[in-house]
């Protein structure tokens, strides 16, 4: 930021001299250039690359999360802990004794 004081002198009538002082502040208006992207550079194609993807670590991944039920991200896995927070607190997804001697064949 640039600073920029100007001080003018007037004299009145009376011989009484007063001094003004103008301080002004002026910012820089340069833009910075952002760093194009792949698609940027080519309109039209977009460019990616994932190691990961390339040493199957995504499908691993998924698989493993289709198998099991456990989430791999750590926004599933927060949305697991939510939902098994708010059930046992609101009671929900609980079996009834009835529901377990039908399972077990007893009655």
């Excluded at 001299?17 to 792949?38: F, N």
Aim: aromatic share 4%; glycine share 8%; no cysteine.
């Amino acid at each position: 930021m640039a600073t920029k004081k100007t001080t003018t002198k007037k004299t009145t009538k009376d011989g009484v001299t007063v001094t003004t002082t103008t301080t002004t502040t002026s910012t820089s208006t340069k833009k910075r250039k952002k760093k194009k992207s792949g698609s940027e550079i080519i309109p039209g194609l977009t460019v990616s690359f994932s190691w990961k993807k390339l040493l199957g670590i995504t499908k691993l991944k998924r698989w493993f999360t289709k198998q099991t039920g456990i989430p791999t991200t750590e926004a599933g896995i927060q949305r697991k802990i939510g939902k098994w927070i708010t059930d046992m607190v609101t009671g929900k997804n609980k079996k009834k004794k009835t529901d377990n001697l039908m399972n077990n064949g007893e009655e």
